[in-house]
């Protein structure tokens, strides 16, 4: 093999290793966004008034709504925050289960375990839509996204540590798995 082709096969390799790097840089954004969204979910909400409209009849304005049942229990909150409109749902002990919210940043949904834990968030960004799935300890463990360069996943193991990713671009599909230090253990192309 001349040093020309090497070089070649180096600049080849090297393009691929930037483009799982800018795949993981945008996977971590939406983990950070799905915590963003978990945040505004969990938050608790300002005092708010219903007032009727002025010459609207069969119209209620308000910026919260809240469903409650016989006991007075919240089984549903919407609402207008400063991030923009948010619907809560609740189970029958009270705890979050579901939460909508469309932002300056997206839609989002976001989906809570029995106990209250964020399991599951999709959300639609600036980037292209994103699935991110969490473990019962609350830790990310598989983003699924699909980003400007194309769709990817990544799979992290229970100390949250990357340890497999799948990208394809328009040029190029790539796998690559880690051992738990981060380090390279298999990769193709």
């Given at each position: 093999?001349?040093?020309?082709?090497?070089?070649?096969?180096?600049?080849?390799?090297?393009?691929?290793?930037?483009?799982?790097?800018?795949?993981?840089?945008?996977?971590?954004?939406?983990?950070?966004?799905?915590?963003?969204?978990?945040?505004?979910?969990?938050?608790?909400?300002?005092?708010?008034?219903?007032?009727?409209?002025?010459?609207?009849?069969?119209?209620?304005?308000a910026n919260r709504f809240v469903l409650?049942?016989?006991?007075?229990?919240?089984?549903?909150?919407?609402?207008?925050?400063?991030?923009?409109?948010?619907?809560?749902?609740?189970?029958?002990?009270?705890?979050?289960r579901a939460g909508l919210a469309v932002?300056?940043?997206?839609?989002?949904?976001?989906?809570?375990?029995?106990?209250?834990?964020?399991?599951?968030?999709?959300?639609?960004?600036?980037?292209?839509?994103?699935?991110?799935?969490?473990?019962?300890?609350?830790?990310?463990?598989?983003?699924?996204a699909v980003g400007t360069d194309g769709?990817?996943?990544?799979?992290?193991?229970?100390?949250?540590?990357?340890?497999?990713?799948?990208?394809?671009?328009?040029?190029?599909?790539?796998?690559?798995?880690?051992?738990?230090?981060?380090?390279?253990?298999?990769?193709?192309?």
């Amino acid at each position: 093999m001349t040093t020309e082709e090497r070089l070649a096969k180096v600049e080849r390799k090297l393009e691929r290793v930037k483009r799982r790097s800018r795949w993981l840089l945008a996977a971590l954004g939406l983990t950070a966004g799905a915590f963003a969204l978990a945040w505004i979910f969990a938050g608790a909400a300002p005092a708010l008034q219903a007032q009727v409209g002025a010459g609207a009849e069969r119209v209620v304005r308000a910026n919260r709504f809240v469903l409650e049942d016989a006991a007075g229990r919240e089984g549903a909150v919407l609402e207008m925050g400063r991030d923009g409109s948010v619907l809560r749902l609740y189970d029958a002990a009270g705890q979050p289960r579901a939460g909508l919210a469309v932002t300056a940043d997206g839609p989002g949904l976001v989906l809570f375990d029995a106990v209250g834990k964020v399991r599951a968030t999709l959300a639609v960004g600036t980037d292209g839509p994103g699935l991110v799935l969490f473990d019962a300890a609350g830790k990310n463990r598989a983003t699924l996204a699909v980003g400007t360069d194309g769709p990817g996943l990544v799979l992290f193991d229970a100390a949250g540590k990357n340890r497999v990713g799948l990208n394809v671009t328009a040029d190029v599909a790539g796998l690559a798995m880690l051992d738990a230090a981060g380090k390279p253990i298999w990769s193709a192309p």
